[in-house]
C-alpha cells in the first residue's frame, strides 16, 4: 500500500506516480471524451498539445540548473517535480498521436511545439529558461484547481480513460504547484518584475498555441458545422481563457506565493483529496468509469 498522512495543503507531498494509460487503438472513441461538456474536451486536448513539450523543457530546466540550489528541501522537490512531469509528457505525447489521426493537421502543430521548446533552450539564457518554467506553470497548477472546482461541469460523465488521465494530470500540477516558483526564487530573489513579465509572456503562449490547436479541431469537427456552433465553442475557449487570466490576478503580488493562492490553501477539492486516497488504497486509476467515480468519491 502507498500510505502517507493526508495532507494539510495539497502542496506538503509530491509523490510520483509512474502511471502509463492505454491509449491504443479502440480504446478511447471520441477526443470529445467529456460528454457534459464536448467543448471542454477540446479545450484542453487543445491545451494538450504543446504541454508535454513545455513538461520536458520544464524537465531538460530542472536537470540543467538544480545544481545551483543548496536547499535540500526544494532540492528534493525538484526531483518530485522532475518525475511527475516526465509522466505526463510521456502519455500525453501518446494521446496527441492518437488525435492527429481524427486531425490530420495536428502532427505539423505538435511537432512545430517541440520545435519551440527545442530552440528556446538552446538559444535563451539561464535566468529565461527558469522565469519561462515558472510563468508556465502558474498556469498549469490554476487550470488544476480550477477544473478540479468545476469538475460536475466539465467532465462528470467521460471516457473513462482520458478522464482518468486528466484527473491525475489536475491532481499533481496541483502538488508541484509551487516548486518552479520557489526554483525561480531561489535563483533570483531580486527580480520580482521579471517573474511578473514571464507569467504574462507564458499566458499568451498558452494561449497563443491552444488556440491553434482549438482551431483545427472546430474545424474538424461535424458538429461545429453551423455558425452558432462555432460561436458556442469560441465562446467556451474565450470564457476559459478569461478564467485562467482573472485567477492569475493574485500572482502578481509582491507578497505572493502559490501556497496561498485564495484557490489553492489548506480547504483542498475533495476530487483530489478522494482520488489521492484512492490511490493509496491500490486502486486502478487508469480508468475512471462513472461507478468507479461514485466510489472513489466515498473512499
Given amino acids: 500500500m502507498n500510505a502517507h498522512p493526508v495532507n494539510a495543503h495539497p502542496m506538503d507531498h509530491i509523490p510520483v506516480r509512474p502511471l502509463k494509460f492505454d491509449l491504443a487503438e479502440g480504446q478511447v472513441a471520441d477526443p470529445l471524451w467529456s460528454r457534459t461538456n464536448p467543448e471542454f474536451s477540446m479545450f484542453i486536448n487543445a491545451l494538450g498539445v504543446h504541454v508535454p513539450h513545455f513538461e520536458r523543457f520544464l524537465v531538460k530546466t530542472m536537470r540543467a540548473y538544480r545544481g545551483d540550489i543548496h536547499d535540500e528541501k ?21 494521446w496527441t498521436a492518437k488525435m492527429g489521426e481524427k486531425y490530420p493537421s495536428l502532427p505539423a502543430l505538435d511537432q512545430g511545439a517541440q520545435n519551440y521548446f527545442a530552440k528556446i533552450f538552446a538559444k535563451k539564457d539561464k535566468k529565461f529558461h527558469i522565469g519561462f518554467t515558472a510563468g508556465y506553470e502558474t498556469f498549469t497548477f490554476l487550470g488544476g484547481m480550477i477544473i478540479l472546482n468545476r469538475y460536475e461541469e466539465l467532465m462528470e460523465d467521460a471516457d473513462p480513460t482520458i478522464r482518468a488521465l486528466w484527473v491525475w494530470h489536475q491532481v499533481e500540477e496541483v502538488e508541484h504547484g509551487g516548486v518552479a516558483f520557489d526554483f525561480f526564487k531561489a535563483s533570483y530573489p531580486n527580480s520580482e518584475a521579471y517573474r511578473r513579465f514571464m507569467v ?5 503562449h498558452i494561449c497563443w498555441e491552444t488556440f491553434k490547436a482549438y482551431r483545427i479541431m472546430v474545424k474538424g469537427e461535424c458538429r ?23 485567477a492569475s490576478l493574485p500572482v502578481f503580488a509582491r507578497s505572493y506565493h502559490p501556497r496561498n493562492h485564495p484557490i489553492c490553501n489548506g480547504e483542498q477539492n475533495p476530487i483530489a483529496l478522494a482520488w489521492r486516497e484512492f490511490y493509496r488504497q491500490d486502486n486502478d486509476v487508469l480508468t475512471l468509469d462513472n461507478d468507479k467515480m461514485t466510489s472513489l468519491l466515498k473512499t
Fill in 200 to 204: 504574462l509572456f507564458a499566458f499568451l
Fill in 224 to 246: 461545429y458545422r453551423r455558425l452558432k456552433d462555432k460561436l458556442k465553442a469560441w465562446k467556451f475557449f474565450a470564457l476559459f481563457a478569461w478564467d485562467l487570466a482573472y
Fill in 74 to 94: 526544494l532540492l528534493g522537490e525538484v526531483q518530485a517535480l522532475i518525475g511527475q512531469e516526465a509522466h505526463h509528457a510521456f502519455n500525453f505525447v501518446k
